[in-house]
């Protein structure tokens, strides 16, 4: 790939490369954007198929994460961290160091934190070597449980939008993925009165949710077909691709997931069918929410609050969607450019320091 090429098509700011052969560290620092503040996005451990595939996921995700944060009404900018290997075999106290020592070479442009393959001893270590980096045990530690709050939130305003009613009592609900987030989304959802139909890859996870929340089993591939008011993808993304579409049965898909859409153009053709489809960087912010409070001195209420507020960020996608007679995935980025270049305005001003 042409990697000044692509950088310049969606102006990000830097691409750092991280190599240390002693401990087998190979990890790329994407920072997209850092109008609004510090870059922030977690570190991401993967055993990619090629380094072209893995420079292709961290400035996807770097960008994502200056969306997301902008949409979030966050002052804070857009980064990401891969590091290329298999985490059951070559994650270690002494990579995570040392990669540590990279982010703290960056003097705060960047902050990371937890993504997959990266947990709270993880980002223990990582803090070791610097403090730029958040999601630590006895601040804010685990995300999922806002996360899972705040898209609760981001489904009771799309049923709001689409019944007329933020009661969910007897609303059918297919969830798919049943991890730490999906299975408090589930919680949050039996509590309210829906009714679940759910799948997950791990057998266990199902069993839980089934007998916790009295939910129907689904399988893997067929969850995406279930006839229902709600569906929640809290998985992997692309689920809403060119073959599951036309197999939908819903008129609302609000779900954890990362990066539901295969495709932008699938956005579009949610709505021509009438399905309201509520962007996955919305709706999910609340794990961001969650450490950003970190940052400004960690309170868990307060958290809880910024998070229960994603309600009214959905509904104001909603209302941008209508006034630009535009699809909801395009509505949030364009609420997310506007506060970019708003802030950007008032960068302009000298302060004479």
Known sequence: MKIFEYLEKYDYEQLIFCQDRSTGLKA????HDTTLGPALGGTRFWNYESEEEAIVDVLRLSRGMTYKNAAAGLNLGGGKTVIIGDPEKLKSEELLRVFGKYVEGLNGRYITAEDMNIGTQDVAYINMETDHVVGLEGKSGNPSPVTAFGTFRGIVAAANEVYGTDDLTGKVVAVQGLGAVGYTVCKHLH???AKLYVTDIKKANIERVVNDFGATAVAPDEIHKV???IFAPCAMGAIINDFTIDQLKCKIV????????AEEKHGQMLKDRGILYIPDYVINSGGVINVYE???GYNKERAMNRASNIYNVVKKVIEISKRDNIPTNEAADRMAEERIAKI???KAVYLGK
């Open 28 to 31: 790329i620092i994407g920072i």
């Open 191 to 193: 509590e309210a009165g």
């Open 227 to 229: 006839e229902c008011d």
């Open 254 to 261: 609000a779900g954890a997931a990362n990066n539901q859409l």
């Open 294 to 296: 970190e940052i400004q």
């Open 344 to 346: 950007a305005k008032t």
